[in-house]
Structures are given as structure tokens and as C-alpha cells.
């Protein structure tokens, strides 16, 4: 019943920055961990970074820095605040949400290109 939507993907110049977020609707109990992944083109999806409920964070080692994951446990919404982009940093980023399941978001673009 859960349902993860994400939003705030686009086109940025490298260096620039994006903040994304991904709205959890549709749940009783409480997502005890919620995420970002990416999947670019020819590529594995990968974790990007991670928060539990408890705050506790993880990062990609290629994110590190550039990155900062947080959430709001009462909305059970996650974002993903991304400065420094770069053109690798292109993808497909999915939100995920675990709970007594888990769950999958539909995706959202973020290009970094000049």
C-alpha cells in the first residue's frame, strides 16, 4: 500500500546543485530506512545514500562531501541534497523506503551536463 514518489530531478551544470525529495504515502508503520539509489545508463544501480529513523547516515564513497541525505520521520519523506554535481553523477535516482517491505519510488531524472 505504500507508494514513493520522488521529485526534484532535472537538468544542472556541473557544479551546480539539486535537491530531490521522495514523498511516502499510504503506510501505517514507520519506513526505518529510506534511501536514494542510481542507475546510470550501462550501469548496476547503486546506493547513493542511506538514513534510518534514527538518523544514522550512509553515504557512496563517490558522494561523500557532495552529498547530504536527511529525512522527516513524521512525513516519512527523504532528500537528498546534492551540490558539486558532476556529469558522472547523471542517472536515474529511485527512492526506496523499508519498513515491514520494501519499496520502490518510479525514478527521477538528474542530468548534469554543460
Known amino acids: 500500500q505504500v507508494q514513493l514518489v520522488e521529485s526534484g530531478g532535472g537538468l544542472v551544470q556541473p557544479g551546480g546543485s539539486l535537491r530531490l525529495s521522495c514523498a511516502a504515502s499510504?503506510?501505517?508503520?514507520?519506513?526505518?530506512?529510506m534511501g536514494w539509489y542510481r542507475q546510470a545508463p550501462g550501469k548496476e544501480r547503486e546506493l547513493v545514500a542511506s538514513?534510518?529513523?534514527?538518523?544514522?547516515?550512509t553515504y557512496a564513497d563517490s558522494v561523500k562531501g557532495r552529498f547530504t541525505i536527511s529525512r522527516d520521520n513524521a512525513k516519512n519523506t527523504v532528500y537528498l541534497q546534492m551540490n558539486s554535481l558532476k556529469p558522472e553523477d547523471t542517472a536515474v535516482y529511485y527512492c526506496?523506503?523499508?519498513?515491514?517491505?520494501?519499496?520502490w519510488g518510479q525514478g527521477t531524472q538528474v542530468t548534469v551536463s554543460s
Open positions: 526506496r523506503g523499508v519498513g515491514p517491505r520494501e519499496y
Open positions: 499510504g503506510t501505517i508503520f514507520r519506513l526505518n530506512v
Open positions: 538514513i534510518t529513523s534514527g538518523g544514522f547516515t
